[in-house]
């Protein structure tokens, strides 16, 4: 349908706008676009918002190759190669090898979840409560376990969001809870609002302190193709990148993010001259690119089969599917094949037009970076007071917007991280419901988290995650006697 | 003195009158006049929620035959009390109406809420009827409801039933009756009907109450129902036996418009027409078939009778269960 073609393009071309752009990330424009949707079918909405994703792993290398500032985390790691590779007057091909290596891994990505898609769906229909219990909570272990700073603050902020969640009705007895009697809490704290605050406001908050010089690296970009050399030195890293982002987007915690660190890492270690990563080669442009493409094609397994969202982004996603009345889980191929497959065609798409979008509109997204942040960072703040009021005409949304944008500034400032917040916020219901169901289901033993085999497996599984991380910090404590 | 007396009365009386015809002029005049501006209908759920889409279904109808642009606005919060109180304390215009399903008696009865199911509102005419009823998956040993309560009780604790919600109106009646019949299941409250769907098809609960199935599970042969949660047998399975058969209790789940109390009826009137002629349109009654509902007119006195009716039963299933607020 033309009109789904249409808000494909606009949301990859919003997602580049928003991955180039320091200040927003694909999260923060979710939101905001969030109310906007309301009026469009589901279909279009979903895809557009899906497109806003992998449009934005796009643009964020973008800002990482040319100026050295990753425009959003997936994008972190491509400065060390990319940026020098600039340098070295070899941006054409960076960026061209970003594109393509995004592209290849989008599409391949997509071939597998289209593969995996319906025997998945299938099996993850036996999940009962136990099962959903287990896989969440191995995700947020998994999720502290690969924190970026420390796994304590991680696992601090996961707990917070645990608590927060927590407020607004009991979801056993109906009850209301923990919301100081302010019956605007009784539904609990909005994950717009929450978004917002955290990501959107103290991003601003922090800027305003920084005043980020604004240095654009004047190089001239020449020949976006990359050479046979090069092709021939990343076909490897991206294959790679693809199989490993793939898998790290299925996992709760995961994601693009992560994928990319993972890929550099990996090609390090396996690389002939490990010395030569950081100088500005392009295996190391080419693995991360790809693996963040398709650990966001990965991640829409969790989302749309099992219901869970595995990170930020896909909760935006998953709040989108439910306000227009979609319950995502493994009835959801069944009952609304429409969206599923429609938003995997979109993605097929989007990726090719994100391709013929960003090898000649290089030049014009380097120009927007050019925009004052005096005029940029009022523009989001605008915006997002205006997104959060308009979710449900509520000013307390607003509030609670503010109030977490001076959380977020401070969490900013002492390096504790947004994500695992996020995600427990997100999960903390459903983790509630599910226990409590599976103890209802058992009569009150815990027991039956063990006595199913995939409840039983992926407890061991995150039980070991946490031994593993617990030993090293154990034999540490033990040499220092 | 009694010339003083007299002066007061005179003008007691000459500015009652005025002060009387205007008011009667004007609410003659806003009765008359009604609608002059867009109609308002709120909905306790966020976009895309049931509620939702019949009134986006039902506004189109409605506001061909009023003339004026009739829109839903969603507010959800409080667990559906923030929009029921918002719609009690509205001007009683007319202009602000809003959606009402029968959960709202449940919710009055366990809950502290700000509004009173009898007192707060104009119950401007009920529009449908939710197919409510128990189902199982087509592959169970169980063919009647019977069957099913009579292997629940050779069988404690075996049987797991489902709930969408811990007190609604499909959830009280049901658990009311494994009281009345003596049965203990394990009762799993999820959070929507969605959840119990997939929990059922997916051989983790054996049973459990909704409206939605019907269309979704029944059609196609992947469940079968066993008991109507309704006071008439539901359309295309008159073998089921109605909770009222079963159990001499009223088990109904309807919806329709209402407004804050003291709408004049002249207005009151005019909304219902516009109601009826929307229940008429194809397009409202394909919408209604899709949440598992059926078309079922009831003007505002015969809405209210069924409120009113509700509460009582609903007062006794929620008091038998020790769900009960004090004092309600």
């Known amino acids: 349908m033309p009109i789904n073609l249409f808000f494909c393009f606009l949301g990859v071309l919003i997602g580049t706008l928003v991955g180039v752009l320091p200040g927003v990330g694909p999260v923060a424009a979710m939101a905001l676009l969030l109310p906007a949707t309301f009026h469009i079918s589901p279909v279009s909405a979903i895809i557009m918002l899906a497109g806003i994703y992998y449009g934005a792993m796009y643009?964020?290398?973008?800002?990482?190759?040319?100026?050295?500032?990753?425009?959003?985390?997936?994008?972190?790691?491509?400065?060390?190669?990319?940026?020098?590779?600039?340098?070295?007057?070899?941006?054409?091909?960076?960026?061209?090898m970003s594109a393509f290596g995004s592209f290849i891994a989008g599409t391949a990505g997509v071939l597998i979840l289209m593969l995996v898609a319906h025997p998945m769906a299938e099996f993850v229909l036996k999940f009962g409560p136990p099962e959903y219990f287990s896989v969440m909570v191995l995700g947020l272990t998994v999720l502290i376990y690969l924190a970026h700073e420390s796994r304590i603050k991680a696992f601090i902020m996961a707990c917070f969001g645990l608590i927060l969640s927590f407020i607004g009705i009991d979801v056993l007895t109906g009850q209301h809870r923990l919301n100081l009697g302010w019956m605007e809490l009784a539904d609990g704290v909005g994950l717009v609002p929450l978004i917002m605050g955290i990501f959107g406001i103290s991003e601003v908050l922090i800027n305003m302190e920084h005043m980020v010089k604004q240095e654009i690296y004047e190089?001239?970009?020449?020949?976006?193709?990359?050479?046979?050399?090069?092709?021939?030195?990343?076909?490897?890293?991206?294959?790679?990148?693809?199989?490993?982002?793939?898998?790290?987007?299925?996992?709760?915690?995961?994601?693009?993010?992560?994928?990319?660190?993972?890929?550099?890492?990996?090609?390090?270690?396996?690389?002939?001259?490990?010395?030569?990563?950081?100088?500005?080669?392009?295996?190391g442009v080419a693995g991360p690119e790809s693996a963040n493409n398709s650990a966001t094609a990965g991640g829409f397994i969790p989302l749309f089969l099992i219901g869970i969202p595995?990170?930020?982004?896909?909760?935006?996603?998953?709040?989108?599917?439910?306000?227009?009345?979609?319950?995502?889980?493994?009835?959801?191929?069944?009952?609304?094949?429409?969206?599923?497959?429609?938003?995997?065609?979109?993605?097929?798409?989007?990726?090719?037009?994100?391709?013929?979008?960003?090898?000649?509109?290089?030049?014009?997204?380097?120009?927007?970076?050019?925009?004052?942040?005096?005029?940029?960072?009022p523009l989001i703040l605008f915006f997002c007071l205006?997104?959060?009021?308009?979710?449900?005409?509520?000013?307390?949304?607003?509030?609670?917007?503010?109030?977490?944008?001076?959380?977020?500034?401070?969490?900013?400032?002492?390096?504790?991280?947004?994500?695992?917040?996020?995600?427990?916020?997100?999960?903390?219901?459903?983790?509630?419901?599910s226990f409590i169901q599976s103890l209802n289901m058992s009569g009150g033993t815990y027991k039956i988290f063990f006595e199913r085999s995939v409840s039983a497996v992926t407890m061991v599984v995150a039980l070991s995650v946490v031994l593993s991380a617990l030993i090293p910090s154990f034999r540490k404590r033990g040499s220092k006697k | 003195?009694?010339?003083?007396?007299?002066?007061?009365?005179?003008?007691?009386?000459?500015?009652?009158?005025?002060?009387?015809?205007?008011?009667?002029?004007?609410?003659?005049?806003?009765?008359?006049?009604?609608?002059?501006?867009?109609?308002?209908?709120?909905?306790?759920?966020?976009?895309?929620?049931?509620?939702?889409?019949?009134?986006?279904?039902?506004?189109?109808?409605?506001?061909?035959?009023?003339?004026?642009?009739?829109?839903?606005e969603n507010r959800p919060g409080g667990g559906t009390t923030l929009a029921?109180?918002?719609?009690?304390?509205?001007?009683?215009?007319?202009?602000?109406?809003?959606?009402?399903?029968?959960?709202?008696?449940?919710?009055?009865?366990?809950?502290?809420?700000?509004?009173?199911?009898?007192?707060?509102?104009?119950?401007?005419?009920?529009?449908?009827?939710?197919?409510?009823?128990?189902?199982?998956?087509?592959?169970?040993?169980?063919?009647?409801?019977?069957?099913?309560?009579?292997?629940?009780?050779?069988?404690?604790?075996?049987?797991?039933?489902?709930?969408?919600?811990?007190?609604?109106?499909?959830v009280a009646p049901v658990k009311w009756a494994a009281q009345k019949s003596e049965v203990k299941w394990k009762q799993v409250v999820f959070q929507s009907e969605a959840e119990c769907i997939t929990a059922l098809l997916g051989k983790n609960i054996e049973a459990f109450p909704g409206a939605g199935v019907v269309h979704t599970l029944l059609r196609d042969g992947r469940a079968k129902m066993l008991l109507a949660l309704t006071i008439d047998p539901i359309p295309g399975y008159p073998h089921v036996p109605t909770f009222k058969e079963v159990y001499g209790m009223t088990a109904l789940n309807a919806g329709g418009l209402i407004g804050p109390a003291e709408i004049p009826e002249p207005i009151v009137k005019k909304l219902g027409t516009a109601l009826q002629e929307g229940i008429k349109d194809p397009a409202f009654q394909k919408t209604l078939e899709k949440v598992g509902a059926i078309p079922r007119w009831r003007n505002s006195k015969d809405f209210y009778q069924d409120v009113e009716n509700a509460l009582s039963n609903s007062r006794q299933f929620l008091k038998d269960l020790g769900l009960l607020k004090a004092n309600k």
């Open chain 1, 219 to 283: 190089t001239k970009i020449s020949g976006l193709f990359p050479s046979k050399k090069d092709w021939a030195d990343s076909k490897w890293p991206i294959l790679r990148g693809t199989l490993l982002g793939f898998f790290l987007g299925l996992l709760p915690g995961g994601g693009p993010a992560i994928a990319s660190f993972a890929s550099y890492a990996i090609e390090k270690k396996i690389s002939r001259h490990p010395e030569k990563f950081g100088t500005g080669i392009i295996e």
């Open chain 2, 84 to 170: 029921y109180s918002l719609i009690a304390s509205a001007k009683p215009d007319g202009y602000t109406v809003g959606h009402i399903s029968f959960g709202f008696i449940n919710t009055y009865l366990a809950y502290d809420v700000g509004y009173h199911p009898q007192k707060s509102y104009t119950y401007i005419g009920g529009v449908w009827r939710y197919n409510e009823s128990v189902a199982v998956r087509s592959d169970a040993p169980w063919n009647t409801w019977d069957e099913f309560i009579d292997y629940s009780r050779k069988h404690p604790n075996e049987i797991r039933v489902g709930f969408s919600n811990p007190i609604g109106v499909n």
């Open chain 2, 1 to 72: 003195m009694i010339w003083r007396i007299f002066i007061r009365r005179q003008m007691i009386f000459s500015t009652l009158f005025p002060v009387l015809f205007l008011v009667f002029s004007g609410l003659n005049a806003s009765a008359q006049d009604f609608p002059a501006r867009p109609i308002k209908i709120i909905t306790p759920f966020a976009p895309g929620g049931v509620s939702g889409v019949i009134w986006h279904s039902m506004s189109e109808s409605m506001s061909k035959v009023l003339g004026t642009p009739v829109v839903v």
């Open chain 1, 59 to 96: 643009g964020g290398s973008t800002t990482s190759i040319l100026v050295n500032i990753p425009g959003e985390a997936a994008s972190v790691i491509t400065c060390l190669d990319g940026y020098q590779m600039a340098r070295k007057g070899r941006a054409g091909p960076a960026l061209g």
């Open chain 1, 310 to 377: 595995t990170n930020g982004i896909l909760a935006m996603l998953f709040s989108a599917l439910l306000i227009h009345g979609m319950q995502p889980g493994p009835l959801l191929l069944k009952e609304h094949p429409d969206i599923f497959w429609g938003t995997i065609m979109s993605m097929y798409i989007g990726n090719i037009m994100l391709l013929v979008l960003n090898l000649p509109l290089i030049g014009m997204w380097v120009k927007i970076l050019k925009i004052p942040y005096q005029i940029l960072f």
């Open chain 1, 386 to 433: 205006i997104g959060s009021y308009s979710i449900n005409n509520n000013a307390v949304d607003v509030i609670i917007m503010l109030i977490f944008g001076l959380v977020g500034y401070f969490m900013r400032k002492f390096h504790y991280e947004g994500a695992p917040l996020i995600l427990a916020f997100l999960l903390g219901p459903m983790l509630e419901r």
